[in-house]
Every structure is written in structure tokens, then in C-alpha cells.
């Protein structure tokens, strides 16, 4: 109780499915009935995000990988190969403009954290889970990469280095999970752990979900 919880309906990096959209409005009904405030804020637009994170991505990845990838590129499949090919095509200048733009959106989030809500709630993922080896997924009617759909909402909090917990809500119409995250301010760990806690108990605690376990 006490705590401020932030919503961004205008944060729409994806598309979600109809599971996804019932796990999010559960959840927020579940925070609310636990006391706690919600409130809707702006974040930093979807399309600058990506444009940061998607260079650092690229470089970071390849940067780990630079001893291995280069003494044994035979045992990467295409796809990852392909991938450590772009980073390393990167320049230095692409790289350090990203970083500047990361460090700018880290600052506008923490002032979000910090003096308009104590939590932030997004989607974990816009979809259930794809098949194993599906290229691309469809949502109302659009069709998209996988990789796209499965990283346009963690983002935020990858680039920015803020805590996030994920938090199963509800099973979608595949009967996969579905869920949320909560995100905090940096050094707030204990804070989103506690809340996700909390709302994990609330909406699908463990006695429900493994029965046997129960017994």
C-alpha cells in the first residue's frame, strides 16, 4: 500500500495479443485491489529505443563473441553468424551516438521511477510463446519476426539497466502463459522483487497453479 504504479497506454512498441492484453488488465486490477495507485505516464518513444538499442545490441554481441566467432565461424548457424556479421560492420561513431542516446533515455526513465510512480508496468512479451523455429508470428492481422515481437518490450529495461520482474498471470489462448513485468528505479531490486511477489500471490499464487505440490 502507499506505492504509485505507472501505466503507459501509449507505449505501444508491439502489437499485443488479446491473452496478452487480459493478463495486463488482470494485473492491474490485482494491483489496485491491493492498495496500491495507478497512475499513466509517458515513456520515451518505442522507435528511439530501438534506434539505441539495436546498434549497442549488435556491438555487444559481437564483442563477446570476437575471439570464438573468429576461430570458428563454421560452428555458428547462418542466422547468428549473420548477426555477429552487422556488429561487426558497426563503426565506432554508430556505436557511440547509441550510447549517448541510451544514457539520455536512461535519465528520462529515472525521472519517471524516481518522481511520478514507484513501479512501472509493461508486457513481458506481446505474444504467448511461438513455436520452436517460427520465423515470423501474426497479431490482429499483422505479421511480424518473432525476434521482433519477443524483444519490443523488454528493451526498455535492457537498455536502460533497471531492474525488472517478470510475473506469470494468466494462461493465453494456447494455454502457454502469459504475464507482465514490473520495473523499478536502479538500486530498487527488493522493491520490484517484493511487488512481483505480491502480485504473482494475488493472481496465480503456486497452490493453483501446481496443485500436487500443495498436497
Same mark, same amino acid.
Request: glycine letters at 8%; aromatic letters at 4%.
Given at each position: ?5 505507472? &501505466? ?15 493478463? *495486463?488488465? $488482470? ?13 499513466? *505516464? ?6 528511439? &529505443? ?33 548477426? %555477429? ?10 556505436? &557511440?551516438?547509441? $550510447?549517448? =542516446? ?8 529515472? %525521472?519517471? %521511477?524516481?518522481?511520478? *510512480? ?19 508470428? *501474426? ?7 518473432? $525476434? ?6 523488454? $528493451? ?24 507482465? =513485468? @514490473? ?7 527488493? %522493491? ?8 504473482? =500471490?494475488?493472481? +496465480?499464487?503456486?497452490?493453483?497453479? +501446481?496443485?500436487? @505440490?500443495? =498436497?
Amino acid at each position: 500500500r502507499g506505492l504509485r504504479l505507472g &501505466i503507459a497506454p501509449g507505449y505501444t512498441p508491439h502489437l499485443l495479443s488479446a491473452g496478452v492484453k487480459r493478463a *495486463v488488465e $488482470m494485473a492491474i486490477a490485482a494491483l489496485r485491489r491491493l492498495g496500491i495507485e495507478i497512475r499513466e *505516464v509517458g515513456l520515451p518513444d518505442a522507435n528511439e &529505443i530501438l534506434a539505441a538499442a539495436g546498434p549497442l545490441c549488435l556491438a555487444e554481441t559481437y564483442a563477446l563473441h570476437l575471439d570464438l566467432f573468429t576461430q570458428r565461424r563454421s560452428s555458428y548457424g547462418k542466422d547468428v553468424a549473420e548477426i %555477429l556479421d552487422f556488429g561487426a560492420a558497426l563503426s565506432s561513431s554508430g556505436a &557511440i551516438l547509441a $550510447m549517448h =542516446q541510451r544514457e539520455r533515455l536512461t535519465r528520462q526513465l529515472e %525521472l519517471i %521511477l524516481l518522481d511520478e *510512480v514507484d513501479l512501472l508496468l509493461l508486457p513481458t512479451l506481446p505474444i504467448e510463446a511461438p513455436p520452436i523455429g517460427a520465423d515470423t508470428v *501474426v497479431v490482429e492481422g499483422r505479421s511480424d519476426l518473432v $525476434m521482433n515481437a519477443l524483444s519490443s518490450y523488454a $528493451m526498455l529495461a535492457n537498455l536502460t539497466r533497471v531492474p525488472a520482474a517478470a510475473v506469470p498471470v494468466a494462461l493465453g489462448a494456447d494455454g502457454l502463459p502469459t504475464g507482465v =513485468q @514490473l520495473l523499478a528505479a536502479q538500486g530498487r531490486d527488493a %522493491l520490484a522483487l517484493r511487488a512481483a511477489h505480491q502480485l504473482e =500471490q494475488a493472481v +496465480w499464487p503456486h497452490r493453483e497453479r +501446481w496443485p500436487e @505440490l500443495a =498436497q
